[in-house]
């Protein structure tokens, strides 16, 4: 028994640092999930859209597509979730052309046909930040509406942090990105551990323009409270809650698009 107690005692705590040593040295593997496509591959989605490549400070480029709505009323700057490409994300772009909106997409590095490799948080906020300044170009700021989905909703708030578009709209966001990984690694020192912070409580107070949430009730990757905590930190902030909803079929739901309608009218 006391064999058996000590084995317990060194084996427990040996495995728990070896998955700490893994978790912060492999944590881009586990926060980012892209799939990649051949520079030659063919794009095809049902409504107009065009295809787009920016071209970083370092030489990446970043693939994009924007979308295109008639008599366009704005548009949604997208940022979409930590896995796949906008092969797959694209098929949401419908739900805002469909209202009147073009939506612009990108990839982020090491995404889709994007070249690179994310290696920290401020090089995702450089690569979204050089895209903003592009779209105004074709834009007037007060026509831009920051979409993020899941992942994107810290990058997202950042770039509303530090511009003045018209909307902010979060879909599934986060309270923020230790928040998320205690929620599933709740017995590691994450704090110490992660290098992403994405800190979305911290920005969102000081955001003067309309901010619109929208969550599951039934999340199980972040979870609901994660925005009920965030309508509390300020009054510009209101959430639409999606009974049943999880984390990736909000726009399976009539009150989703209620929502989105409400607060799209212009």
Do not use: C
């Amino acid at each position: 028994m006391l064999k058996f107690i000590i084995y317990i005692i060194i084996i427990i705590p040996a495995v728990l640092v070896g998955l700490g040593i893994a978790v912060y040295l492999f944590q881009e593997h586990l926060i980012f999930h892209p799939e990649k496509l051949s520079d030659k591959y063919k794009f095809s989605f049902p409504n107009e859209f065009e295809e787009i490549t920016f071209v970083t400070q370092d030489g990446n480029t970043i693939s994009a597509i924007l979308f295109k709505a008639i008599n366009s009323k704005g548009l949604i700057y997208y940022h979409h979730g930590n896995a796949g490409n906008i092969e797959s994300w694209g098929t949401k772009a419908t739900d805002f052309t469909s209202i009147g909106f073009d939506v612009l997409m990108y990839d982020y590095r090491g995404y889709g046909k994007s070249t690179g490799k994310i290696k920290n948080e401020k090089m995702l906020y450089k690569d979204a930040l050089m895209i903003y300044k592009e779209l105004l170009n074709n834009y007037k700021e007060s026509e831009l509406i920051l979409y993020g989905m899941s992942l994107g909703t810290g990058i997202a708030t950042k770039l509303a942090n530090e511009n003045n578009p018209k909307l902010l709209i979060l879909e599934t966001p986060y309270y923020n990105f230790y928040d998320v990984s205690k929620y599933h690694y709740p017995y590691l020192p994450n704090s110490i551990l992660l290098h992403y912070q994405f800190k979305i409580n911290k920005w969102l107070p000081h955001i003067k323009i309309p901010i619109y949430l929208f969550h599951g009730t039934e999340d199980e990757t972040i979870p609901y409270n994660s925005s009920e905590r965030l309508i509390k930190l300020a009054d510009n902030i209101k959430l639409f809650t999606i009974k049943d909803g999880s984390h990736n079929n909000l726009n399976t739901f009539q009150e989703y698009h209620q929502g989105l309608e409400e607060v799209l009218r212009v």
